[in-house]
Nanobody, 115 residues
């Protein structure tokens, strides 16, 4: 069974930073592309950042230059370093991967940024 468990969310002021973590189990983590998504109240879930097995990364334009996705394959951990946070970054953040034709999600971690 694949499990993804996010942590590290919280309430911060605009301009501050947070580091999210996602602990993965049930998969050979190092070979999987991993993603962070987020869903703000009343909005659709959106892709934030992607990292593949080679460590290549991609970001949605609104977070590029402020967020950094990374992974630690020895610990089966995915990270999202979020700097210069803005109120519009307020959302539930989810990690996600695909495995054997199925998509897996964690339960999410809430990030709230106040102005």
């Amino acid at each position: 069974q694949v499990y993804l468990v996010e942590s590290g969310g919280g309430s911060v002021q605009a301009g501050e930073s947070l580091r999210l973590s996602c602990a993965a189990s049930g998969i050979n983590f190092k070979i999987h592309t991993m993603k962070w998504h987020r869903q703000a109240p009343g909005k659709q879930r959106e892709l934030v950042a992607t990292i593949n097995s080679s460590g290549n990364t991609n970001y949605t334009d609104v977070v590029a230059g402020r967020f950094t996705i990374s992974r630690n394959n020895a610990w089966n951990r995915l990270y999202l370093q979020m700097n210069s946070l803005k109120p519009e970054d307020t959302a539930v953040y989810y990690c996600n991967t695909h495995f054997r034709g199925s998509e897996y999600w964690g339960r999410g971690t809430q990030v709230t940024v106040s102005s």
